[in-house]
């Protein structure tokens, strides 16, 4: 009996300890895996780094690049396309103008009425419709011949107050978002169709042209004033409210920058200097790039995969399109390597892109103390279910690495527009203030993403000059913009009648 309860007491033994090895084998394989999960977070934030003497440095090669692209076509990243504006709105304009906003598969139409000095936007409307897929690839006159029937029906439904007299023609801003040669205020040859468009017979025509046909063959009486991009219009658009707009940066699904340059400072112009002395460029920034950018394996892997590999690295960086992709290429590396979801890697987490922007923003924002919202987010959008609190905190620092290296860039790109300009040093007198025109749903809702890039570039110029930089959000660009752009370059100007 003795001898059978010893048996037993030592076999009890036996499995209680080898119970015990068990659980200390996985403690054990569980923090060595959450070791390598963080060790791959401290590398991706190391890599990411973007100390104030980096950026400056990013800033420096954004001026070269800026010279460079001024002083011949092609001769830097940067396009530094010639706008052919030259004279931005005043707040004075008066009069009911037009803006059509062609930029993807919906366009809008809209009326927008100047109230004259002081007077402000007095009342604005617009219809939006979408495109058939079948016109995104067919002929020039069918697309164009679409768009201005539409034209027609707005106008046709428009209150009498709208009319104009006998002998005007109404005035039309027009907004179009894909690769143009610019060759006046109102002209424009389309390099090249990109979002799903594919119109072989428009390529090398004028835009304008083709739509100023179309409205001839819809009985629509318009003239296309002003042929702008959503940045350019963004830029019109600040400077209508605020005098010391010089600068527009669009931070949204895609990334640009607009400034106001001195003609003589653009050697590869060679027209009549203007009035004003003075033309907009259209950066093109987002194809920026320099040795001084820190760009990691997911930054390359992601450039690789893309339609586009070797261009827009700045865009890819920096703007609403990818940076969910980047927070997801390294949520990745953690799955495979660190096992963090479990021993099987999810498959939604392999598929691209499924991590948009605005779910990224929405688990950097969580403020709960479970961070419920991350927890949500990975449920529904990755599949991942039983997250821990442990695990939701280093997507909410990854979402912090990810973020706060796009807005850092971004700002010292503003510095570096701000250097071209010579607003980045004192003046005597003190220094002369610069309103910078912001637009786009990541500056728009990013919350941390914009007070980061704010704060960053506050820092960048000094207590002194900081106060001499103002954000402000421009709405609307590439509607309200284009229809102040209409009004800006009117050929009624002189005419007050």
């Known amino acids: 009996m003795k001898k059978a309860t010893v048996r037993a007491a030592v076999v009890g033994a036996a499995t209680v300890c080898a119970v015990a090895a068990l659980i200390v084998t996985h403690r054990t394989r569980k923090s060595s895996k959450w070791a390598r999960a963080m060790a791959i977070l401290r590398e991706f934030e190391e890599k990411c780094g973007t100390p104030d003497a980096k950026l400056k440095q990013v800033a420096d090669a954004m001026t070269v690049e800026m010279h460079a692209g001024l002083a011949s076509e092609g001769g830097s990243k940067l396009k530094m396309l010639i706008t052919y504006v030259d004279n931005l709105p005043t707040g004075d304009e008066a009069g ?3 803006a059509l906003d062609l930029g993807g598969t919906n366009f809008r139409v809209l009326r927008v009425q100047l109230g004259g000095k002081d007077g402000g936007i007095v009342h604005q409307e617009f219809a939006e419709a979408s495109i058939p897929p079948n016109l995104m690839v067919g002929t020039s006159e069918a697309l164009f011949d679409y768009i201005a029937a539409e034209l027609a029906k707005f106008v046709a439904e428009e209150e009498e107050k709208f009319q ?3 002998g005007k023609q109404r005035e039309l801003g027009f907004t179009f978002s894909f690769p143009v040669m610019q060759t006046s205020i109102n002209s424009g040859t389309i390099m090249r169709w990109t979002k799903g468009f594919s119109i072989d017979d428009a390529v090398g025509q004028d835009v304008v042209g083709e739509l100023t046909k179309a409205m001839k063959r819809k009985g629509v009486d318009m003239r296309v004033s002003a042929l702008v991009n959503d940045t350019v219009g963004t830029l019109a658009g600040g400077k209508y409210t605020h005098n010391d707009v010089a600068v527009a940066v669009i931070l949204g699904t895609g990334t640009n920058a607009a400034y106001v340059e001195r003609v003589q400072a653009i050697p590869k112009w060679h027209g009549p200097v203007p009035k004003s002395g003075e033309m907009v460029i259209n950066m093109e920034w987002g194809n920026f790039r320099s040795s001084h950018l820190p760009l990691t394996q997911y930054d390359h892997a992601l450039d690789t995969n893309s339609l586009n590999p070797g261009d ?9 399109m990818y940076l969910g992709e980047i927070l997801r290429r390294v949520l990745l590396r953690v799955a495979e390597e660190a096992g963090i979801f479990g021993d099987e890697v999810p498959p939604k987490l392999k598929s691209p892109f499924v991590l948009r922007t ?16 991350v927890g949500d987010k990975l449920k529904d959008i990755l599949e991942i279910s039983n997250t821990s609190l442990k695990t939701r905190r280093l997507v909410v620092e990854l979402c912090n690495i990810v973020a706060t290296r796009g807005a850092r860039l971004a700002a010292a790109g503003v510095l570096g527009i701000l250097k071209k300009m ?8 003190g220094p002369e203030k610069t309103v910078v025109a912001m637009d786009g749903g990541l500056y728009e809702h990013y919350t941390e993403y914009r007070t980061c890039l704010e704060n960053t570039l506050k820092e960048l110029l000094g207590d002194e000059l900081a106060t001499s930089i103002v954000f402000e959000h421009s709405n609307d660009g590439s509607g309200i913009g284009a229809a102040l752009l209409a009004a800006s370059n009117s050929m009624y100007l002189e005419d007050k009648s």
Request: glycine letters at 8%.
């Open 358 to 373: 605005p779910d990224m923003s929405a688990m950097h924002h969580d403020t709960s103390s479970d961070l419920r919202v």
């Open 96 to 98: 009911v103008f037009y």
């Open 312 to 320: 827009q690295i700045f865009e890819k960086m920096t703007s609403g």
């Open 164 to 166: 104009k007299p006998p």
């Open 422 to 429: 010579g607003r980045d040093t004192p003046r005597q007198g």
